[in-house]
């Protein structure tokens, strides 16, 4: 046991450790407080955090398991990547690959899994954050954030349902964009649209409405699969991220994890 | 075991039997938070339901199912009064549920549908909702107790109490990103990813799903037209509540559980949240089958299940079957009862803010009041056409073909 305790007091004194973390352990109380100032991640907390704030049975966590899952989505959507091309000759094959060869082959598990979980996560946290009441003032806008980032939660999930190129995949997006078809005013058989003619000529058609810049073609297609890979490993996580760098100051700014007041 | 299975199909073989339910069952858990008892004039109310129900149950076969559903429901709730609330209870529902759910994997039907991979999220979220539900309301009816006694909810008597991040919510942090890690771990080497053949554009699925978190959507396309199912309603759904929380001005119930300080709000949220939302994930997902017809959890998905397509529109209902005369050739004129309804429908809001919303209207004020209840009256729009649709086959109550104006 003193054994222990003599490498981890070496480990703790050497230089290398002492260069990462500047604090030691954090035994005295300055010293935690300078654990969390001294520290990028954890620095997104405040010092001191309202006891009633911190128990699971007022957060549920929920907060943070969407938080975590979306780095576990980003983890793994690296990862397959690697091993994955957005065409139509080699998407299909390459899932294949991906279960079939790649040591280590968990990731597409894990990326779906996550996905699924990530949205039940997100919908609970917004449920627990209505049944606190923590929408209300000073965290009004806050709250609008938090509803654009479930949006995005679920257009991240919805994008990538594509990306594997099986029959579940494409006849779900086929479902799912038809309705930008109807848009009003921007889908060929929306309401509205055939009144925005030139002359004759109806400038809403199948070939230039919602739907089609949604797909880039008139079909689900190589278009589509390209378009919406992009969306889903660059556009939509960029401004997820972003969001949810807005999410988590506001969040310290409104006076940190809602409690009464 | 068959008579159990017949009854959970036949009461689910129409999703207005499980909304109206559901509904029900939510107002009596309101009931229940506000200590109603049913010997009181808003108990005679529910037991007159449960009555009319039966009456109508002779006639009706799904209804009479409903009706005992629903009595066995309600007297259970008032037997239990607050105890349901109590731990030992919660923990009784959770492992009855999960008995009843164990016992239905047994059925070679309800297997193949519940244990589907792309399935199984949904199942968790169930339970996960029926949880954490409960555990919301009943940290509300603590609260609600301490504060009719005239205490503070527990939240304020540990908030002004503060702890280090480092060790306490740090620690609360890492303790969850490992269960999480191992769950997901766990969860992916046990359940493989679902991957179908290879996508063939010329041979659709029958059914064609949308993935599953949008199955609420898809579900609403049974009763509206595309434009508003996919298009305008969910962007309501997005501006209503980013504008939530500058409609409810109530100051009270911020940063604690509580329902009696905010009963209309969370009313209101709940059964959006709840009902129309989950619930209809729920339909869509293990109760509709091929041709998007309505099978109950036990019945076998048959392909060529037989649904008679008697849906009628409200002005062939009006000009043909009512005034006996051929239907109008200008369509303003064919459909002027319907745009009427929908008109009087809409403009509801300043009829209520001097009749029943009175006394929102003098709290919200008018911008507030009329952005609110038409956002909610938006909302009550769809069970409002899921009982039209499903008691009088009612297909569109206006019906502009030549513009694809539907409602």
């Keep these: ?261 | 075991m068959t008579f159990i299975k017949d009854f959970v199909d036949v009461l689910s073989g129409s999703s207005i039997s499980f909304l109206l339910l559901t509904s029900l069952f939510s107002f009596l858990i309101f009931f229940n938070l506000l200590d109603g008892r049913l010997r009181s004039k808003g108990g005679s109310v529910f037991i007159g339901f449960g009555l009319l129900f039966l009456i109508s149950g002779i006639f009706i076969r799904p209804l009479l199912y409903l009706a005992i559903a629903y009595l066995v429901l309600m007297f259970l709730l008032a037997n239990l009064g607050p105890r349901v609330w109590e731990t030992r209870t919660g923990l009784i529902i959770l492992v009855a549920g999960g008995g009843a759910f164990g016992l239905s994997m047994l059925d070679p039907q309800f297997y193949l549908i519940a244990a589907k991979p792309d399935n199984v999220p949904i199942v968790a979220m169930i339970f996960l909702l029926g949880f954490f539900t409960w555990v919301a309301l009943r940290k509300a009816y603590l609260n609600d107790r301490q504060l009719l006694a005239g205490g503070i909810p527990w939240e304020k008597t540990e908030s002004d109490e503060k702890l280090f991040t480092c060790p306490d919510l740090v620690y609360t942090e890492m303790l969850c990103m490992i269960v999480l890690t191992i769950v997901m771990i766990v969860w992916s080497m046990a359940l493989r990813a679902p991957l179908e053949e290879a996508a063939n554009p010329t041979s659709s699925p029958n059914p064609a799903k949308a993935p599953w978190y949008f199955l609420g959507l898809q579900e609403m396309l049974v009763y509206f037209d595309p434009w508003l199912a996919g298009v305008l309603l969910p962007t309501l759904i997005i501006v209503g509540l980013m504008a939530i929380p500058y409609i409810d001005t109530n100051p009270r119930g911020n940063g604690y559980y509580s329902f009696r300080e905010r009963k209309w709000e969370l009313g209101i949220f709940l059964y959006g949240f709840l009902v129309l939302w989950s619930f209809l994930i729920i339909t869509g997902t293990f109760l509709r089958g091929p041709n998007w017809n309505f099978f109950g959890p036990y019945e076998y998905w048959d392909p060529n299940k037989l649904v008679p397509l008697v849906n009628i529109d409200l002005s062939e209902l009006i000009w043909v079957k009512a005034l006996g005369v051929a239907l109008p050739k200008i369509w303003l004129i064919r459909e002027m009862f319907g745009i009427l309804f929908c008109l009087a429908y809409l403009g509801l809001p300043p009829l209520l803010a001097v009749g029943p919303f009175r006394r929102f209207y003098q709290k919200m004020g008018p911008p507030r009041y009329y952005v609110g209840t038409f956002l909610f009256l938006i909302m009550m729009a769809l069970p409002i056409k899921m009982v039209l649709r499903w008691l009088f086959n009612l297909k569109y109550i206006v019906h502009i073909q030549e513009i694809f104006f539907n409602v």
């Excluded at chain 1, 079939?100 to 990731?107: C, K, L, S, V």
């Excluded at chain 1, 039940?120 to 003032?137: D, N």
């Excluded at chain 1, 002359?199 to 390209?226: E, M, N, Q, W």
């Design chain 1, 1 to 261: 046991m003193s054994r222990l305790k003599q490498l981890q007091q070496g480990a703790v004194n050497s230089q290398i450790w002492k260069s990462v973390f500047r604090v030691g352990i954090p035994n005295t109380n300055r010293k935690r407080v300078l654990a969390v100032l001294g520290s990028l991640i954890l620095h997104l907390h405040p010092v001191k955090v309202r006891r009633s704030g911190v128990r699971m049975s007022y957060t549920w966590c929920m907060g943070g398991t969407s938080f975590f899952l979306f780095l576990v989505e980003t983890v793994t959507g690296l990862l397959l990547m690697f091993y994955y091309r957005p065409t139509i000759e080699y998407a299909f094959t390459d899932i294949m690959d991906l279960r079939e060869q790649a040591p280590f082959g968990i990731m597409r598990e894990m990326h779906r899994w996550g996905a699924h979980a990530m949205v039940i996560a997100v919908w609970l946290h917004m449920f627990r954050v209505f049944m606190t009441g923590s929408y209300k003032p000073p965290r009004e806008f806050n709250w609008n954030v938090g509803v654009i980032l479930l949006v995005l939660t679920l257009l991240l999930s919805f994008t990538g349902y594509l990306l594997p190129w099986d029959q579940l995949a494409i006849w779900a997006i086929t479902v799912g964009s038809n309705m930008a078809r109807a848009s009003p005013g921007a889908g060929t058989e929306g309401p509205m649209s055939g009144l925005i003619k030139l002359g004759d000529i109806r400038l809403i058609h199948a070939g230039d409405d919602a739907r089609f810049a949604l797909l880039g073609a008139k079909t689900v297609g190589p278009s589509t699969l390209l378009r919406f890979y992009v969306l889903h490993c660059v556009a939509i996580p960029l401004g997820a991220g972003f969001l949810m760098a807005i999410h988590f100051w506001r969040v310290r700014k409104d006076g940190g994890i809602s409690g009464p007041l």
